[in-house]
């Protein structure tokens, strides 16, 4: 199975600053990686796609890179609306996997 | 407009059975294929089962294996997943998704 390790676990950052979530696979899944975002008591929604394509309706804040094994989700401006957990996730082989999630709070 | 509309979580004793249901949009139904992951109270997401856009693939995760069955209604722009010999630990919500796309979720509880 591959492993997807996200850091930090948790961050702690304020309005307008920039934050990077970190996630690394144990094995390539190509560019077949998606960023969850899922607020308290809410269904998650994807951010990111396919490494970097930007869901419709997601804002420009939020951008994803990399490639292989090494992704990064960044929020440019972060804002109080922001504020929940994230999570990576592997659609390359089955089974599919989550990283463990990033809280994120203001 | 709703794209992905889970149903059938309910409570339900340990050793029991459960259906669920997840209704997808005509425009989206075979453009992927479409997944059930779970989420237990307090804990992260993890993937349950995937069924390909054709019907004649599907994926199971080893903690549902034999128990679970994924399957797809082409006539009715529908999945289910047929859980039996349900045990505590499959109390979740589930959720009905198609990368990019979530469903609401519905809650199985399994308990006595």
């Known amino acids: 199975d591959i492993q997807m390790t996200q850091s930090p676990s948790t961050l702690s950052a304020s309005v307008g600053d920039r934050v990077t979530i970190t996630c690394r696979a144990s094995q390539t899944v190509v560019k077949w990686l998606a960023w969850h975002q899922q607020k308290p008591g809410k269904a998650p929604r994807v951010l990111i796609f396919e490494s970097s394509s930007l869901e419709s309706g997601v804002p420009s804040r939020f951008s994803g890179r990399g490639s292989g094994t090494e992704f990064t989700l960044t929020i440019n401006g972060l804002q109080t609306d922001d504020v929940g957990t994230y999570y990576c996730?592997?659609?390359?082989?089955?089974?599919?996997?989550f990283g463990q999630g990033t809280r994120v709070d203001i | 407009e709703v794209q992905l509309l889970e149903s059938g979580g309910s409570l339900v004793q340990p050793g029991g059975s459960l259906r669920l249901s997840c209704v997808v949009s005509p425009t989206i139904f075979k453009t992927f294929p479409l997944t059930w992951v779970r989420q237990a109270p307090g804990k992260g997401l993890e993937w349950v089962s995937t069924?390909?856009?054709?019907?004649?693939?599907?994926y199971s995760a080893d903690s549902v294996k034999g128990r679970f069955t994924i399957s797809r209604d082409d006539s009715k722009n529908t999945i289910y997943l047929q859980m039996n010999n349900l045990r505590a630990e499959d109390t979740a919500v589930y959720y009905c998704?198609?990368?990019?796309?979530w469903g609401q979720g519905t809650l199985v509880t399994v308990s006595s």
């Open positions: 069924i390909s856009i054709s019907g004649l693939s599907t």
């Open positions: 996730h592997q659609y390359n082989a089955y089974p599919w996997t």
């Open positions: 998704m198609q990368v990019p796309l």
